[in-house]
């Protein structure tokens, strides 16, 4: 999205943010997960599911399926790589400005939101482990 | 007369501070001529006061300002008495303000007739009245996009209370015939409501032709200040409902043990009004009236014309409303291939499938990075956006102050962003 | 910091153009210094556009200036989270949303507890209530204006669901102590409201220390735009309640059955906002901190300390409020002679009596004769004025633009309207 | 109230208004009244009570009482001079407009409220009868 209204600090995350877009990781539905969720933004209908299989306090695997826009599902993409492998107490303490960071992209606070999403549905869906 | 983009476009201030800006999402709300900030501006700098109560010579002349709003808004829509003319913040309140009223009436089981094509303005405050078992109809809305009369006629019954449609779709463009809705209602005995968000900015209407009960707008979308809109209900109708809001001004006489109310349409201004914003909507009026409001609407015509002419440059796109010019608004609604409606189902058992679509909140930012401002998402219509089966669409929304040379613009890079994001 | 009249007029354009205007009726509505009404007219001129929705830089920019508004406001008040602060139009729609809201889930033979010094817009919203069987309370007014404390204890009761006063009359310019009255309640389990459309403009106010459940008041009150008002409410309850007005923004998700709201304090802002009343709230709430609302507090009460001090070379005149500075805002009701309530039986009976009094409105007519701007009347007051046993009083109010050599002019004038028109 | 805030085009109007104000013609209450009415204007508090005595369509008597301000009061005494002896049907055709032109001081629309009280009450007075 080279002409984007993130105020592009970062070609270089913008394109890995719209190659995750164009090719999810981790796309899809893990088997036996622990926890599912599904999310979803009303203001801009962007909807994530995301599946995790957690043992012993580590997420061992972790899919998500979703739509919306490039910025709501490349951050999603960027996610599941971000936390699989982690433990879940660290990916629950990812907060809303590091994971920002990480993506590396400036965004109004509109747009801020999508990319936010994953962020929130993920820790739900740890959360929702300990229902 | 014919409307001239370029010349107006020097009328407004954030042309000149944001060169190069199409803005393209005059639906949502639109931009405010010099006329019009300095109309709030002056009232600010020599009689900003309190109307209605002062015994001094600012208050006065801020009464007779705020008053003349009135007697100018009533003029503009044809009302022939500006007692028919309530001054509240904007088409959702107007419209809550009857639900909360007139609801109070309604039995169990009375109905409510709506459309497919309604904003949230005009379906949550009828929501609300589902508490006391009132229910909800809508009239269907057709394949090309326009309402189904004979949908709406066989929906009007004997317990079909209220009635309240959009004049025009904010989403599909659709113009309905609220003369013709209003008129049906009458001859069953059922309360007409015109919701004109979309319609007396972009084109002449006149309530005593309509024939409708009630009719609301809101000054934001039509070159005036937000805060102030307009509620018009007949002075019968508005005489025998009870108040809404209790407070200062819209007071008879009040005792420990209880009140009157004032006359109408003071009954329904509770407290402190916005003064600034009614001698604002007044100053729009007069700007809109320069050009004439059948200018206004022929721009559009010509606007959305042009669009449907020019469309199918652009690879994949699909728009929502209908083809026929008449039947049309200056709205046009549309998305790069298909933005479906979420479904995990389908999504999580098929890989991940590659489409040609680009979802609207893309398109926005790639084009707001040209300059471009357009609206993407559900437009406060998501049950429309289910019933039209998409997730949300892209819209564009010109105005008077937009010429074909910046549709050209838009056209050129949604093309430019197909290429830039589809995957 | 003291107060400067003299230079802060100059940064308030009506006094440029209405030169030697004495404007002392600041209670009803305050002027707007040119640092708001360009706030106002830059927000026109540069991001004017739709909030919390665009994906376009000039709707980010509103969006940003309209939330961090609501920042301000936060702090200003002190309340600890921004989530608690809903823009509405003004006091009135506060108290009524809550009168709405809250007014729901009370059953019959519920209290509500107010006080003998309300403005109508703390009375009437509650009045709507008694049709449910709701019974209204009345703390009583003691013989020197204050409040009666313990009256306003002893009514407290297992029933008490609402109490809801004043924190400085509009009449009387009594300060009640609201952190006492909110203690009271919280103690009693009674909820607490503070109608504060006379207090957030004049002194510090700090919600954490009061300790209220809510709080309104009136941007126009205060420097700022009308249209433009605020509800704090603590989250938590703010979280619990339904929401008031339906409609765009205030949702979650909408289809044809049903609706779930958005966040607060969202969930209460239905339909396009005010953006620009909020923007010129945030300037005004600039404007007052650059002065120091410790400094506005003592400026208006040596201003009274003055009047008080030579009001009485006025023959005949009444004042009505506490002698107790500590007690009293910047407000001043009074009267010259007796201004009694019509008594037809009495009136009819005697023959016509010379008296002394001057009616409220001519000596506000003759004052405006003179360029200077007080009020007359029942100041939306109307029961307190038949316990005070006048028919109406002329009231004047300073504010920081406001000086001695105004106060003193204002007494003369009093002096001369007295020789001209007393019968 | 030679600085009154009505635009005095006219100091004699000005003084007749205070003159009827301090020393009220007809005050009082018509004995054995054909109707009598209170009106007042919540707005300001202003009050009247008009009585009146009818033969054969004239208004033979009118007194008023009242207490308020110098304009509605004024009026109000100016009002019952105007219409004694008149019949009711011409009295019912006073205009707002006429009654204000015979008062002579230009008011400001807050105050003319004040000014046509008088008229108003006397108006609905005259529609009582037929009841
Ligand atoms: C004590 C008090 N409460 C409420 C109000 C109502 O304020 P508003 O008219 O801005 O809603 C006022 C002012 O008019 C007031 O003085
Ligand atoms: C058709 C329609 N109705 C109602 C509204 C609500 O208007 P407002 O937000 O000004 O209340 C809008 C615009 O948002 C609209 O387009």
Known sequence: MQEGNCKMSDDVSIEIMLDHYRSPRNYGNVEGASSQITEHNPLCGDTLHFSIKVESGIIEDIKFVGQGCSISQGAASILTELVKGKSISDAAAISEAEFLSVLGIQLGPNREKCALLSLNALKKCIESLHI | ?423
Chains 1, 4 share one sequence.
């Open chain 2, 1 to 423: 007369m014919s409307v001239n983009p370029e010349l107006l476009k020097k009328d407004f201030p954030i042309f000149e501070n944001n060169p190069g800006l199409v803005y393209l999402d005059n639906a949502a709300t639109t931009q405010k001529p010099a006329s019009v900030i300095r109309a709030v501006s002056n009232y600010y700098s020599t009689v900003n006061s309190n109307v209605h109560r002062g015994v001094y010579r600012i208050s006065e002349e801020a009464t007779e300002l705020y008053e003349n709003s009135r007697r100018k808004v009533s003029e503009f829509i044809g009302s022939s008495d500006p007692a028919q003319i309530v001054f509240l913040r904007n088409t959702t309140e107007a419209i809550n303000l009857l639900s909360y009223t007139l609801g109070r009436k309604l039995k169990k089981g009375d109905e409510i007739l709506l459309t497919e094509m309604e904003h949230h303005s005009n379906l949550i405050p009828w929501f609300f009245l589902r508490e006391a078992g009132i229910v909800i109809r809508y009239a269907r809305m057709k394949e090309d996009f326009t309402l189904d009369y004979e949908d709406f006629m066989n929906k009007l019954n004997p317990r079909t209370a209220i009635a309240s449609f959009t004049h025009v779709s904010n989403v599909l463009g659709t113009i309905n015939n609220v003369r013709e809705l209003s008129r049906m209602c009458s001859e069953n005995g059922t309360t007409s409501i015109v919701d004109a968000a979309q319609s007396v900015p972009h084109m002449p209407v006149d309530v005593s032709r309509i024939g409708c009960d009630y009719l609301a707008f809101s000054g934001h979308k039509m070159l005036a200040p937000a805060g102030i809109g307009v509620l018009y209900g007949r002075k019968n109708l508005l005489e025998e409902m009870p108040p809404f809001l209790g407070g200062g001004e819209m007071i008879g006489e009040v005792t420990y043990d209880g009140s009157t109310w004032a006359k109408v349409p003071w009954k329904f201004e509770a407290g402190t009004q916005n003064v600034e914003g009614a001698i604002g909507l007044s100053a729009a009026i007069d700007y809109l009236r320069s050009i004439g409001m059948d200018s206004v609407r022929n721009h559009e015509r010509s606007m959305l014309d042009h669009i449907l002419k020019i469309m199918h440059t652009v690879d994949d796109i699909k728009q929502f409303g209908p083809l026929d010019l008449n039947k049309r608004g200056g709205i046009f609604s549309f998305n790069i291939g298909d933005v479906k409606p979420f479904d995990l189902l389908s999504q999580a058992t098929t890989k991940f499938a590659i489409s040609h679509s680009i979802h609207p909140h893309d398109l926005a930012a790639f084009l707001d990075g040209r300059n471009i401002a357009i609206r993407s998402g559900h437009h406060c219509a998501m049950p429309l956006m289910g019933r039209i089966g998409v997730a949300s669409t892209a819209r564009i929304s010109p105005y008077i102050y937009n010429d074909e040379s910046e549709l050209d613009l838009f056209f050129e890079s949604l093309s430019a962003c197909r290429k830039a994001i589809a995957r």
